[in-house]
């Protein structure tokens, strides 16, 4: 902290302002020019997602998921551990946050005791947000090197103990209130009232299995899932094994629009969301490692992506699936890009209905979004979908030989 | 080429004297203008080249010069405190008056060409000031709400007058109307508006809005004005179509342009000086005989150019970012002086580099 208060302040904001007269370069031309104190991706990987409940991770601890991505992501990125300074976990559903057996699924995978480790939560989004975290904590040099990341079990710990009961002050606020409707029935009500029918979203929702599959099939996931030996309990026989998960399971073959129609509403008779057309429950881990454009090349590694700018907009809590409409034009406002100008989406699917309403209120090209499939597809371990979805949209934009790419998700309570 | 030094002091702007064609002021400041004091030199062109006659010193950093079109002793500086100064320099020392109302750094005055009895001062607080030497305190207030970097009496009215700011912005006030609501904005431009789709190209589309630093008149055509600014691109504007779009666009600065000065002898030349280190004299392409735009000019990557505009010629003898450049009114008729942060003034002829 400095006292800003004297002359000195006057001749920082001289001095910000001729700089910014040098960096105004703003749109997509500006974007993709590279300088050395930008902050890049130099490695960016998941482990599958498996099925909660009953997928290959049902029986393993989300940090043990948590130290798997970190020792893939060391041995992967061929980087010292010991040059990572901070690391930021995102998880929704760990009692504490997680703070505690992140910090040592860190110290388990190999990095030393001066790697210092948070979890953060902003629900649904805290992969993402770890990962912002961290490159802001770059960007303003209080780091030089970290690693943004995300673990969850859904199923160790997914259920009602998740949210503490509400006092009377908040119960007697009405829209402190409404951030105790369940999601999927405030979903519901969006999707009514913003006229979203259900034959759209079993359309939409099967077209994620469809492009996830042919992904799958293409071995397109290969390149950011780090494969992970687990123990799993056989629910048949009670017998305990080892095996090694290398695919999200979560991937249906031969799901169609017709197929999904068949499906019971589940959170109201007349409703059109089901369990088809929102997201998996999943157990996943990601992390990215991030640093300087200048730390990048003094240490060899290989730059995957340059992170330009986040933004962040509140919205009702009972509207809280139209948060990607909301900050995705904020973003792009901020960093003087047109919709246009972005070559992928990744918009998480919570919910095909407000995906596809965010999708349909930006008037975005479907083709650019989600060229792999989402969470409907493959799942939505919460806490862990920020990260992932920066590791799917960089591999994909390698892949394609593509540029821009923007990530947003919706968050729980708005 | 003349040079002189200003050492200790980086330079931000330039101006002939009105009267005399061997004088020229420049408005500078120690550190980078970031902090500490400013000084304005007056300096004459000799045969011996480039003498200090003068200078005075300022407390803070001076940001931009302007001669008195009324007499010929007189000028003004614009200061980082939020202070404009009137200096005579028949006298020393000292300012003969000084006005303290802006709240933040006064980037510009510019004295009425035509009304000479005022002047303007444009700053960093979101205003525009109208002054008269002999009074106190300020005429009027024109709010723009953003970072004004340059404004400019028209020369053709004495109660037009014109800002860019950092909205991406051009405003053109009219001080006839009445100080309604509007406080005499009679045109708001947006800068960064696309110009109209031509036959056999799309138009484009999104264009960002940047921080527009520089403007000017044109000295011949009444309604047309040239900006400049970060987004490194020269665009020319007739303000009896507000809404149509730039008329001409001219990339090509590597940089934020800072400074943009029409020709006062050729009604199509512009002046540019720019943080990319070089001086760029262009023509907008509306005279006659002016050959047609070369084929690598239409082959820029970004596809951005509009109209028949060119770069004729650059000076890349600065070697630090240029901030100011002026012609000179007088004589042939391509003498200008150039400065710049690289604590020099130069004094050159563009036709030498224009082809």
Redesign the interface.
């Known amino acids: 902290m400095a006292n800003q208060t004297g002359r000195n302040s006057q001749a920082q904001e001289r001095l910000s302002q001729v700089t910014g007269h040098l960096s105004g370069k703003k749109g997509r031309q500006g974007l993709l020019e590279k300088h050395a104190d930008d902050v890049v991706v130099t490695c960016a990987l998941r482990t599958p997602f498996t099925k909660g409940g009953k997928g290959g991770f049902k029986d393993t601890a989300a940090a043990d998921l948590l130290h798997g991505a970190f020792k893939t992501l060391i041995e992967r990125s061929g980087i010292d551990p010991k040059l990572v300074e901070d690391i930021a976990v995102g998880a929704v559903l760990a009692p504490g946050g997680g703070a505690t057996e992140f910090r040592a699924a860190a110290l388990a995978a190999g990095f030393p005791v001066t790697t210092s480790c948070k979890s953060l939560n902003r629900q649904c989004s805290s992969g993402l947000q770890a990962c912002v975290d961290i490159a802001n904590a770059i960007k303003s040099g209080m780091i030089e090197i970290g690693i943004g990341a995300g673990a969850e079990s859904m199923s160790q710990q997914y259920g009602p103990q998740a949210v503490t009961e509400f006092s009377e002050l908040l119960e007697s606020h009405k829209e402190a209130a409404n951030c105790k409707v369940p999601m999927g029935v405030l979903s519901e009500k969006m999707a009514k009232s913003k006229g979203i029918a259900r034959a759209d979203q079993d359309k939409f929702a099967a077209e994620s299995f469809q492009k996830a599959i042919e992904a799958q099939k293409k071995g397109l996931f290969d390149e950011e899932i780090a494969p992970l030996k687990v123990k799993w309990t056989d629910p048949k026989t009670d017998e305990e094994k080892e095996i090694t998960v290398s695919k999200d399971d979560g991937v249906r073959e031969g799901i169609t629009a017709e197929s999904l129609a068949k499906i019971r509403p589940a959170f109201s008779k007349d409703g059109s969301i089901h369990a088809g057309n929102a997201s998996q429950i999943s157990d996943g881990a990601a992390a990215v490692l991030l640093m300087k454009r200048s730390t990048a090349e003094r240490l060899g590694q290989k730059i995957i992506g340059k992170f330009v700018q986040a933004s962040i907009v509140g919205v009702p809590p009972l509207l809280m699936g139209v948060g990607p409409a909301a900050a995705i034009p904020v973003v792009l406002g901020k960093t003087g890009l047109d919709k246009d100008d972005v070559d992928i989406y990744e918009i998480n699917e919570a919910f095909a209905s407000q995906c596809l309403y965010c999708i349909n209120e930006l008037g975005l090209d479907k083709a650019k979004i989600n060229p792999k499939g989402g969470a409907i597809a493959f799942g939505h371990p919460l806490g862990v979908t920020g990260a992932r979805q920066v590791s799917t949209l960089l591999t994909e934009l390698k892949r394609t030989g593509k540029s821009v790419g923007v990530t947003s998700m919706c968050i729980g309570t708005g | 080429m003349l040079e002189y030094r200003t050492q200790g002091y980086n330079g931000y702007s330039v101006k002939y004297s009105p009267f005399f064609d061997s004088r020229i002021a420049v408005a500078a400041s120690a550190n980078?203008?970031?902090?500490g004091n400013g000084r304005i030199y007056i300096l004459g062109l000799t045969p011996n080249g480039i003498v200090a006659e003068k200078w005075f010193d300022t407390q803070d950093?001076l940001f931009d010069t302007t001669w008195s079109e009324s007499h010929e002793n007189q000028l003004l500086t614009a200061g980082?405190d939020g202070s404009v100064k009137l200096f005579d320099i028949s006298l020393s020392d000292y300012p003969v008056q000084s006005w303290q109302e802006h709240a933040r750094?006064v980037f510009s005055v510019h004295w009425n060409l035509v009304g000479k009895d005022t002047f303007l001062s444009s700053s960093w607080d979101g205003t525009i000031k109208i002054w008269n030497p002999n009074a106190n305190a300020s005429l009027t207030t024109l709010p723009t709400h953003s970072?004004t970097y340059s404004a400019e009496f028209s020369p053709h009215s004495p109660s037009i007058l014109s800002s860019v700011s950092s909205d991406s912005h051009m405003r053109v006030f009219d001080l006839r109307t009445p100080a309604s609501a509007s406080n005499h904005l009679t045109m708001s431009i947006p800068i960064h508006t696309p110009p109209k789709a031509r036959m056999g190209a799309a138009a484009p589309?999104?264009?960002?809005?940047?921080?527009a630093?520089t403007h000017d008149w044109n000295k011949y055509r009444d309604t047309i004005l040239a900006t400049a600014?970060?987004?490194?691109m020269v665009r020319v504007w007739d303000i009896r179509n507000p809404s149509g779009g730039p008329i001409a666009v001219l990339p090509g600065h590597e940089?934020?342009i800072?400074r943009l000065t029409w020709s006062p002898h050729l009604s199509d030349t512009l002046l540019s000086a720019s943080?990319d280190m070089t001086c760029r004299v262009w023509t907008d392409g509306s005279a006659m005989g002016v050959p047609p735009a070369n084929p690598q000019n239409m082959m820029d990557a970004?596809n951005m150019s509009l109209g028949e505009g060119r770069e004729m010629g650059r000076m890349g003898r600065h070697t630090e970012f240029v901030t100011g450049v002026d012609w000179c009114l007088f004589g042939a008729e391509g003498w200008c002086a150039s400065t710049g942060w690289d604590e020099r003034v130069l004094v050159w002829d563009a036709r030498a580099i224009m082809q």
């Open positions: 980078f203008g970031l902090v950093s980082g750094e970072c589309v999104g264009i960002p809005p940047s921080e630093l600014g970060v987004d490194r940089y934020a800072r943080y970004s």
